[in-house]
């Protein structure tokens, strides 16, 4: 029995610092990191002139999606490029242009994964695209309203959707206010901010 006990004891130990670790490595973690995904999925960061945007990917839900997000995020693609279009009450959109609207060249399209059944609610991040279903590089919005009608529908190229690969876990109150900025027509683009708002630095975030 002593034994046990001892053993018993021991275990106990370790549950113990197990959690205090557990605790300790939670409090370093930006709020609201949950949620669609699992807590192991990674997460960037973008640096913007208005504040900063803690963005969890979806890796198990839009593999194809994260992968492609995270070379461009890691070879510096979006460093120095703009929100180019801004449209209150329903996206920010950006990593397609620089200050001056000079386009940065992408890579190849990625396959559509708009039938992982993510939907383009608040705070989801998701591929823009033109009408081609599979177009998608390395333009992104963020959702600022539940946009279901981005949403896939059916398997049409009018139908299929944008595809959902993230969430802004943090800073959504920065996109909020970039949604507030002014907005205007500039080389043919409309909704661009008349003042550029500019990813400074995109990141991975070391967790």
């Given at each position: 029995?002593?034994?046990?006990?001892?053993?018993?004891?021991?275990?106990?130990?370790?549950?113990?610092a197990?959690?205090?670790?557990?605790?300790?490595?939670?409090?370093?973690?930006?709020?609201?990191?949950?949620?669609?995904g699992?807590?192991?999925?990674?997460?960037v960061?973008?640096?913007?002139?208005?504040?900063?945007?803690f963005?969890?990917?979806?890796?198990?839900?839009?593999?194809?999606?994260?992968?492609?997000?995270?070379?461009?995020?890691?070879?510096?693609?979006?460093?120095?490029?703009?929100?180019?279009?801004?449209?209150?009450?329903?996206?920010?959109?950006?990593?397609?242009?620089?200050?001056?609207?000079?386009?940065?060249?992408?890579?190849?399209?990625?396959i559509?994964?708009?039938?992982?059944?993510?939907r383009?609610?608040?705070?989801?991040?998701?591929?823009?695209?033109?009408?081609?279903?599979?177009?998608?590089?390395?333009q992104?919005?963020?959702?600022?309203?539940?946009?279901?009608?981005?949403?896939?529908?059916?398997?049409?190229?009018?139908?299929?959707?944008?595809?959902?690969?993230?969430?802004?876990?943090?800073?959504?109150?920065?996109?909020?206010?970039?949604?507030?900025?002014?907005?205007?027509?500039?080389?043919?683009?409309?909704?661009?901010p008349?003042?550029?708002?500019?990813?400074q630095?995109?990141?991975?975030f070391?967790?």
């Amino acid at each position: 029995m002593e034994v046990i006990v001892k053993k018993s004891g021991i275990l106990q130990a370790v549950l113990l610092a197990a959690g205090i670790m557990a605790a300790l490595f939670t409090a370093c973690m930006p709020a609201g990191m949950a949620g669609p995904g699992s807590s192991g999925d990674p997460v960037v960061v973008m640096e913007t002139s208005m504040g900063n945007i803690f963005i969890q990917l979806f890796e198990r839900e839009a593999p194809v999606g994260t992968a492609n997000f995270l070379e461009y995020v890691k070879s510096g693609f979006y460093d120095g490029l703009i929100f180019h279009r801004v449209i209150n009450g329903f996206v920010i959109q950006g990593g397609g242009y620089d200050a001056a609207l000079d386009k940065r060249d992408p890579r190849d399209p990625i396959i559509n994964e708009a039938t992982n059944g993510l939907r383009n609610l608040r705070g989801m991040l998701s591929y823009a695209r033109t009408d081609v279903v599979n177009s998608a590089t390395s333009q992104f919005f963020i959702n600022l309203e539940n946009n279901r009608s981005l949403d896939h529908r059916s398997n049409t190229p009018l139908g299929f959707g944008y595809a959902v690969f993230g969430k802004v876990v943090r800073g959504m109150a920065v996109a909020d206010e970039i949604a507030k900025v002014r907005v205007t027509k500039m080389k043919g683009m409309t909704d661009v901010p008349a003042v550029p708002v500019v990813i400074q630095k995109a990141y991975v975030f070391e967790q």
